[in-house]
């Protein structure tokens, strides 16, 4: 966790290709939502934003 308000979960798997996922989750008034997402290749250190 980054505050009491701000965690980022990474996960990553192979899926064909070995990637990663990138969440940042914030808590608000309505409980904990997701920010942020952003995904990317294992084999480099670069994020990519995506959209839900």
């Known amino acids: 966790m ?4 701000r965690a980022v979960v990474e996960i990553h ?3 064909g290709m070995e990637e990663k996922d990138q969440f940042v989750i914030k808590k ?10 952003k995904y990317g290749f294992q084999s480099n250190n ?3 934003k995506d959209y839900l």
């Open 28 to 37: 608000n008034e309505y409980g904990w939502r997701i920010d942020t997402k």
């Open 2 to 5: 980054k505050s009491e308000k």
């Open 46 to 48: 670069k994020w990519f």
């Open 13 to 15: 798997y192979k899926y």
